[in-house]
């Protein structure tokens, strides 16, 4: 059989399975969607001259959790791939889907329920219950957005290559839209992402806050990428998940410390965007306190 084009895909206009492990967790029917398995555009991570990496869209999170030139070149991105779901979900899940799975709102995968993001028109978690609704007001739709990968690849600045529009900011695939986890159209198809030249002594690192051990989404994550010469940071990038509609990253904390704030002071800074409901009270100390943890690890010594 051979494997279809992009183009064959892309005209289809529906969605794709890639490792499945999210699609099939919706039970959507096969009718719904196309497979991407073997689509050759999408596989592979590719090497510049310059030392910059390409990751194709089908590469699974183990891979990139294991491989030693990425782990070497882009470590909070390794770190944060091995840290996420369990080592099954890690083996089929792919960057692609990392990216653009859906969000994990229980009322939202209920049918019972109808929601902004189904079409309809208000938010049932707001009258519910929800235990990890988003903690920086991002809309009416409660729903953390669910990629761990995507807040990584903020952190590094990295590009999505998406058909037909080229490279795009990763995080231009997102935004507050109460009625989507992603802004790609149906049919379009991420090649791959794109990162930068790697930069030489970085130190980095990955902490998440979770109810378990794992096999759960974070409470809260967050990724610090972080240069030291001498006694000055020269390289700040912080980014958090599990806290807003989209992934984000905290420039307030990067430029607290790139002016030699003492990191308490400047994982502090993560709380002044907060407006959380009661329910969600309890993450704004979760949020301050990951972000110190993952400063504190960059720069333990
Ligand atoms: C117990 C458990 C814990 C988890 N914990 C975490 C966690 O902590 N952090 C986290 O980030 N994830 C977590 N996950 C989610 C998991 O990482 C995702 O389900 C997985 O990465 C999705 O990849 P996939 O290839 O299986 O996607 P699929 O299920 O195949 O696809 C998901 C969606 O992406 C779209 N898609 C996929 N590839 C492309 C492409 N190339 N172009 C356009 N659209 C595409 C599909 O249309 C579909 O809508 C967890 C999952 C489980 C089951």
């Given at each position: 059989m051979?494997t279809p084009?992009l183009?064959d895909l892309a005209a289809l206009g529906r969605e794709f399975r890639a490792g499945g492990t999210d699609l099939m967790s919706r039970t959507v029917p096969s009718r719904e969607y196309a497979d991407l398995s073997g689509t050759?555009?999408l ?14 869209a089908l ?30 979900v890690?083996?089929a899940g792919t960057?692609g889907g990392n990216l653009l799975q859906r969000n994990r709102c229980a009322y939202f995968r209920n049918p019972a329920f109808s929601c902004h993001q189904d079409g309809g ?22 729903a953390?957005?669910p ?32 009625g989507a986890d992603h802004?790609l159209a149906p049919g379009e198809i991420l ?111």
């Amino acid at each position: 059989m051979t494997t279809p084009s992009l183009d064959d895909l892309a005209a289809l206009g529906r969605e794709f399975r890639a490792g499945g492990t999210d699609l099939m967790s919706r039970t959507v029917p096969s009718r719904e969607y196309a497979d991407l398995s073997g689509t050759p555009e999408l596989t592979g991570i590719e090497w510049s001259a310059d030392g910059s990496a390409r990751i194709g869209a089908l590469t699974t999170v183990a891979e990139i959790a294991e491989d030693a030139l990425i782990r070497a070149a882009y470590p909070a991105l390794a770190g944060t791939a091995a840290g996420l779901a369990t080592p099954q979900v890690r083996a089929a899940g792919t960057v692609g889907g990392n990216l653009l799975q859906r969000n994990r709102c229980a009322y939202f995968r209920n049918p019972a329920f109808s929601c902004h993001q189904d079409g309809g028109d208000s938010c049932p978690a707001r009258a519910g219950t929800m235990l990890n609704p988003t903690v920086i007001e991002s809309g009416p739709c409660l729903a953390p957005h669910p990629s761990s990968l995507a807040m990584a690849l903020i952190g590094y600045d990295a590009t999505a290559e998406v058909r037909g529009r080229g490279a795009v900011p990763v995080r231009d695939l997102y935004g507050d839209d109460p009625g989507a986890d992603h802004l790609l159209a149906p049919g379009e198809i991420l090649v791959g992402v794109g990162l930068p030249v790697p930069v030489p002594g970085e130190r980095a690192a990955y902490h998440r806050a979770i109810g378990r051990a794992e096999a759960e989404w974070p409470l809260v994550e967050a990724t610090a990428r972080v240069v030291v010469e001498g006694d000055r940071i020269t390289l700040a990038a912080v980014a958090v998940g599990g806290v807003a509609r989209t992934p984000l990253r905290l420039p307030e904390v990067e430029a607290a410390l790139l002016a030699g704030e003492p990191l308490d002071r400047a994982a502090a800074l993560a709380a002044d965007r907060c407006s959380p409901s009661p329910d969600a009270a309890y993450k704004v100390a979760l949020l301050t306190g990951t972000v110190l943890e993952v400063l504190e690890r960059c720069l333990d010594d």
